[in-house]
């Protein structure tokens, strides 16, 4: 490394350069972007969470002031706009596809949740769409709702798509009954759990919002989306909604403030304003208020799982089986089908040498906002069950958690699980010793009679997690029924000055790709750090990609640049040998300088960056000029990022309050661009784990309000909730991409939650309880848990 | 929000004339609580009579044994009153536990008796310590004033003015925080004014703050936590939702009032 490039090149903590305009309110999201004449969409929304709509009358709303247009979903389907779509394909053990309902933009028949919307108005402001909006009546016959997924398939319950009974979408297994059942009856110890994993709303700080713009003289229509994938977006509203054709269509994702899965998806709102734009011939805009956003957003979680553990006589894991019900609320959302599958199932084998694993799941409509890929997505589902079944067996059997742990870690790799993956690389036992020593877990018990003496039952709780994210090799995920590669693009130009753009399918909101991509060039070409610009989130601008989520901007992102900066070193040695007048095969790249090998003849990058534009030194017909390639990665593997987390705990005998005392996270990401940035990561997701243990919940009452509408009602996790995490790394490097990266975004939430319940747990001597871990929930199972005691 | 006409009056008659004219009309003090719901559409109030300009409503002052307070004084500047912080700890430390700097420096004292949600703080220390509530008609004893979940005993056109707070020699308030929203999931206030003891709860009651008769009884004996050890207040008549059960609620408040005590008496 030069000393150009050291303080900003691969590992180094450079502070992000994208943080000036956000922390100086510089950044532009889609709500700063505003178009001349444009107009605002205020959609009509149902209160009821299951209903027939009778009719729909907008005479009155047309007549309010400022109203351009009033539309409705009869209408969109006479322009033939295309129902909203679910992309993998599952099918069910008996061979049968899933079977997804009709999901029209805007329901026009019937409505399957609180928030569906069933018209939209189009005002020149705001307010003036509101007042409009409330003019528009709907007559709607109720029909009874269901919400728990746990009662969706039972006989009686409302059924919610006219053609699909039960409400079950799909009832997919993967691995093998038999051998599973095989050797729970040969086994010594069986452990049983019955565990929820608690629905979540996902929060983004910025809200989703949209800005449609259609262009009357050349037809095209842009829009300006809070997307972490504009281009997948483009393609599904062009090819199956129909919007238009996908080269008179440009999606522009701006700054985006926050997405964690939910702003994958293609939602009714993008949709319908592309549409009214189109209609009304002026850009229409929709920003999302905090009260649409917990209704719409696309919900994260919510499973209903019976899980057992097989164990022989020394703690050694035999097997696992789980039945799952996953609830996709009222449509399949755009990739809803895979997470509680392959996210999910695939992942039961944890960081455990197990023989065999069984797993059903069955997917079910209720009437609920739809639900998706949420921060870690299937993989928080699968950890908390193997987390919370090896510490519940381990205290069953008296043995101790950590130790259990070692009997069964996996400690040759490759290593094939019983479903479906391959884990490429890892050491498990030294993220487990690393975090033990971190965590003073030898001095654990005098700190535990220490709060004692204060009325506090101390715990701890261990996570080691694992997770498979890189995702995915475009052909393994297709032969799992995947609508799209998951591969990732890359185009590296180089300026006549020797500055260079990237132009990158993924896509950063809140990741800091601008800081690290440009790491990895600045390293790679020798070139200043400033010197990089990251463009990203426009298909106008960027070859086709497919974004960010899944903690794969890294590992399959930067692949693709790395791969395109290995064609610009190859070109520009071709240019360097016409400059320096020597053979291609002698010149050295190294530090940002070509050299011929053996001489003191060298050029540098930026002159050979120079040399390929002006085209001086060689012909057309020996060299094509100019400095600029573009590649294509397709991940060979997925990456397996693991590790140890452990919570300390208190509870206050007294209140059920928890307090975190003490947070150790080790983990295995393998190669890391920038620390700081990792950290931040792991901090962000811990904090978002914890809030599913022990704060947040989405809950819908019997008829299908949702309970927890606004932040009065639903716990988001603060500053003041948590600790100063202690964060210590171990690096195996993947051997399935160039830099041997893995991937950090979703590590603290996947690990967390089961962390903060097997210390809860350890401290308050019961077996399992629910999250979220409310101190009320806490205080009631102290008193079943010592009311023995107190009598 | 929907359209509104907005007065700003300079003095208690004007604003009482102003809402005399505007039947649908509000009275804006810091608007923490009113303007949420007028955004969200769930109030249409014809009229806003923003308190903010009229003279005299504002400061803590001392006067003989008590602590008077304007209604328009900011719960940031209760909390921060030297007058008040020497005088009575225990009141100063209320309005320091309310939500968060933003709604702290913009709420009112005021506001938030004249609102009287079941789960706001200012309530319980009110009836906790037996203030008076000064309206531009009337003087009104909190036993009197809080008249049942987002109820007083305030009538149309009266303005509360000012608040005054015997001094108590030992008092304290004691808050579980509501997870999300911040507010008195419970709260209880004691005090010892002489004979006159005291212990008010807030958040946990359906029908608003209220007095624990049962625990005030047993610290005539002794004002320490000491005296009511064991004992409980039936879960009947607390709030339930998805946050606390009313045994839950119930049991806090005794465990509060605990708390609160030793705290008074350190």
């Keep these: 490394m030069t000393a150009t490039t050291s303080a900003t090149g691969i590992g180094a903590p450079v502070r992000r350069k994208e943080d000036f305009r956000f922390i100086t309110g510089q950044g532009q999201y889609t709500d700063d972007v505003t178009r001349p004449g444009e107009t605002k969409a205020v959609f009509v929304r149902s209160p009821h969470a299951h209903a027939n709509i009778k009719s729909i009358d907008v005479s009155a709303a047309r007549k309010m002031p400022g109203v351009v247009d009033v539309l409705t979903g009869a209408q969109l389907a006479t322009d033939k706009i295309g129902n909203l779509i679910c992309g993998w394909m599952i099918h069910s053990k008996d061979g049968s596809p899933m079977k997804m309902s009709a999901h029209p933009a805007l329901a026009s028949t019937k409505v399957n949740c609180v928030g569906d919307a069933v018209a939209v108005v189009i005002a020149e402001t705001i307010a003036q769409g509101k007042d409009a909006a409330e003019k528009v009546v709907v007559d709607y016959e109720v029909l009874t709702a269901v919400v728990d997924p746990a009662k969706a398939q039972a006989k009686g319950a409302p059924q919610i798509h006219p053609d699909i009974v039960n409400n079950t979408i799909y009832q997919w297994h993967l691995g093998e009954k038999k051998d599973v059942d095989a050797a729970f009856a040969a086994a010594k110890h069986v452990t049983k759990l019955d565990i929820v994993n608690n629905r979540l709303v996902p929060n983004a700080m910025e809200p989703r919002a949209a800005l449609a713009d259609y262009d009357v003289g050349t037809e095209n229509l842009t829009l300006w989306n809070t997307s972490q994938n504009p281009h997948v977006a483009r393609l599904v509203i062009s090819a199956f909604i129909g919007m238009a054709p996908e080269h008179k269509l440009r999606v522009i994702a701006p700054d985006v403030g926050g997405g964690f899965g939910s702003k994958i998806f293609i939602y009714p709102e993008e949709v319908v304003c592309l549409w009214a734009s189109r209609k009304v011939k002026r850009p229409v805009k929709w920003t999302s208020d905090r009260s649409e956003a917990f209704l719409t957003d696309a919900h994260g979680r919510d499973h209903v799982t019976h899980a057992e553990l097989a164990l022989d006589a020394n703690g050694k894991i035999l097997a696992l089986r789980a039945k799952t019900i996953a609830n996709l609320g009222a449509y399949m959302s755009t990739f809803s089908s895979s997470v509680p599958t392959y996210l999910y199932a695939t992942l039961l084998s944890g960081q455990y040498n197990i023989p065999s694993i069984y797993c059903e799941v069955d997917a079910v409509y209720t009437n609920t906002a739809p639900v998706d890929a949420y921060r870690g997505a299937g993989r928080p589902e699968a950890t908390f069950v193997v987390e919370r079944l090896v510490e519940v067996a381990a205290r069953q059997m008296a043995i101790d958690p950590a130790d259990l742990r070692r009997r069964n870690f996996i400690t040759a790799f490759p290593h094939q699980t019983p479903v479906i993956m391959a884990y490429d690389a890892g050491d498990y036992n030294a993220s487990l010793k690393k975090a033990m020593d971190l965590a003073d877990v030898k001095g654990f018990a005098k700190r535990k009679r220490e709060a004692a003496r204060h009325g506090k039952l101390r715990g701890l709780g261990y996570s080691t997690y694992i997770e498979a994210c890189g995702i995915a090799p475009s052909q393994a995920v297709g032969s799992l029924g995947a609508g799209v590669g998951l591969w990732e693009s890359a185009e590296v130009r180089v300026n006549p000055t020797g500055s260079v753009e990237v132009l990158t399918g993924s896509h950063a909101h809140g990741q800091g790709h601008e800081t690290t991509f440009a790491q990895l060039v600045s390293e790679r070409l020798g070139i200043p750090f400033e010197n990089v610009s990251i463009v990203h989130g426009d298909t106008d601008k960027v070859q086709f990609g497919m974004g960010t989520y899944g903690s794969r901007s890294g590992a399959v992102g930067m692949s693709a640049i790395v791969k395109a900066l290995d064609k610009i070193e190859i070109k520009a040695k071709k240019v360097a040998a016409f400059m320096l007048e020597a053979a291609e095969g002698d010149i050295e790249f190294k530090d940002g300088k070509f050299t011929v090998a053996g001489t003191d003849k060298s050029a540098g990058f930026g002159d050979v960056a120079l040399n390929a534009y002006i085209a001086h030194k060689f012909t057309g017909a020996e060299l094509e000029p100019g400095l600029k390639e573009t590649s294509f990665y397709d991940p060979t593997n997925f990456t397996f990022p693991a590790g140890c987390h452990i919570c300390e705990l208190d509870v206050d005998i007294e209140t059920g309050k928890v307090d975190i005392v003490n947070w150790t996270a080790v983990d295995d990401f393998g190669t890391i661009i920038n620390p700081m940035i990792v950290e931040g990561q792991v901090h962000g997701g811990i904090a978002q784990g914890v809030g599913q243990a022990l704060m947040e919940g989405a809950y819908y009452d019997a008829a299908g309000q949702l309970v927890t509408g606004s932040m009065m009602d639903y716990t988001m996790p603060r500053a003041h909730d948590l600790p100063s995490f202690h964060v210590g790394l171990t690096m195996t490097k993947s051997p399935s991409n160039p830099l041997g990266m893995k991937g950090c975004g979703e590590a603290g939430a996947i690990a967390a939650p089961a962390a903060v319940i097997n210390a809860i747990t350890d401290a308050i001597g019961t077996e399992n309880i629910a999250m979220p871990a409310t101190a009320n929930a806490v205080w009631a199972a102290l008193q079943k848990s010592q009311a023995p005691k107190a009598a | ?266």
Excluded: W
């Design chain 2, 1 to 266: 929000m929907y359209n509104f006409t907005f007065h700003r009056p300079t003095t208690v008659r004007q604003a009482a004339g102003l809402l005399a004219r505007n039947p649908d009309g509000k009275l804006l003090a810091g608007g923490h609580s009113l303007l949420p719901v007028m955004k969200q559409r769930l109030a249409q109030p014809s009229a806003l009579v923003d308190l903010s300009l009229v003279e005299g409503m504002t400061g803590v002052e001392l006067k003989g044994r008590s602590v008077v307070i304007g209604a328009m004084t900011r719960h940031a500047d209760v909390a921060n009153s030297q007058v008040l912080k020497d005088a009575m700890p225990g009141l100063a430390a209320v309005p320091g536990s309310i939500g968060d700097p933003q709604v702290r420096n913009r709420g009112t004292i005021g506001g938030s008796i004249a609102n009287n949600d079941p789960n706001a703080d200012y309530p319980a220390a009110c009836l906790g310590l037996g203030a008076t509530i000064i309206t531009n008609k009337r003087r009104i004893a909190a036993d009197d004033f809080f008249t049942g979940m987002f109820s007083t005993a305030l009538e149309d056109g009266e303005i509360i003015t000012k608040i005054s707070f015997p001094i108590a020699k030992k008092c304290a308030y004691e808050k579980f925080k509501h997870p999300a929203s911040g507010f008195a999931l419970v709260g209880v206030f004691v005090s010892k004014r002489g004979p006159d003891i005291r212990v008010a709860v807030t958040g946990a009651g359906s029908n608003g703050v209220f007095r624990v008769k049962s625990f005030e009884e047993a610290l005539k004996k002794r004002f320490a936590a000491k005296s009511i050890e064991g004992m409980t207040i039936p879960a009947n008549g607390m709030n339930s939702d998805i946050h606390a059960s009313p045994e839950y609620r119930a049991h806090l408040v005794a465990v509060l009032a605990r708390r609160a005590l030793a705290k008074a008496n350190a």
